[in-house]
């Protein structure tokens, strides 16, 4: 099993720029997410998803829109980038509420 | 704001020590766990502990949980250099047990 990928690793975007970054997990799980890291800091929860086709907001969710087609894919999209959103992008996904997060590597993302 | 908060924000310690990192959260939670982040990598998980449990062991790793005063602890015995990392704990609501939050994490440095 990959467990979580991402895809890309690294981006650079130009302020009003669009892009969608792509979470892709195979161990079947139901709960999927999107976190951010700056700097020095702990992750904070952009959103994250419960299931296929439902998605939830969460701790910062402002400027970015998800979506989850498939079960095991979960999309993060940046309409127009802001240079506040550069930052280190993990995705999560786990099987149930008892259960542990297993992480993807992770996306490094510039806006300019 | 977040809803774990960890401390000491950074700790450094001689290697052989026990390392101790606590935090502290606000609302009701399910179930809390601790994760390990090597720099520029992604998380690990170390353990969970649920709301109806004082206190868990896996390896050199010691949680402990106080439901009564919102806290938890993580204790690393005997510390090796490849302890090493960022620690973060991450509570799941009670109320909403899909909604994972992250602390701000501490930053653990061994010394040889």
């Known amino acids: 099993n990959a467990g979580v990928t991402q895809t890309p690793k690294f981006r650079v975007l130009k302020t009003g720029q669009s892009m969608t970054l792509l979470c892709a997990q195979d161990?079947?799980?139901?709960?999927m997410y999107w976190y951010r890291q700056d700097p020095g800091m702990g992750l904070r929860l952009i959103h994250y998803?419960?299931?296929?086709?439902?998605?939830a907001k969460g701790e910062v969710p402002d400027g970015y829109n998800v979506s989850r087609l498939k079960k095991q894919n979960f999309l993060l999209g940046l309409e127009s980038a802001a240079p506040s959103q550069t930052s280190v992008y993990f995705c999560?996904?786990?099987?149930?509420?008892?259960?542990?997060?297993?992480f993807g590597p992770g996306t490094r993302l510039l806006v300019l | 704001s977040q809803q774990g908060e960890e401390d000491p924000q950074a700790l450094s310690i001689q290697e052989g020590e026990n390392a101790t990192m606590n935090c502290s959260y606000k609302?009701?939670?399910?179930?809390l766990q601790w994760y390990r982040q090597n720099s520029g990598r992604g998380l690990v998980h170390l353990i969970l502990?649920?709301?109806?449990?004082r206190e868990k062991h896996s390896g050199r790793l010691r949680v402990t949980l106080d439901t009564s005063k919102k806290s938890s602890s993580l204790l690393i015995t005997a510390s090796r250099a490849a302890d090493t990392a960022s620690y973060f704990c991450?509570?799941?609501?009670?109320?909403?047990?899909?909604?994972?939050?992250f602390g701000s994490g501490t930053r653990l440095s061994i010394r040889p």
């Open positions: 999560a996904s786990l099987a149930g509420a008892q259960e542990t997060q297993y």
């Open positions: 161990m079947n799980h139901e709960y």
């Open positions: 998803s419960v299931g296929e086709g439902t998605t």
């Open positions: 609302t009701s939670i399910n179930n």
């Open positions: 502990i649920r709301s109806n449990e």
């Open positions: 991450a509570t799941v609501s009670s109320s909403s047990a899909s909604k994972i939050i």
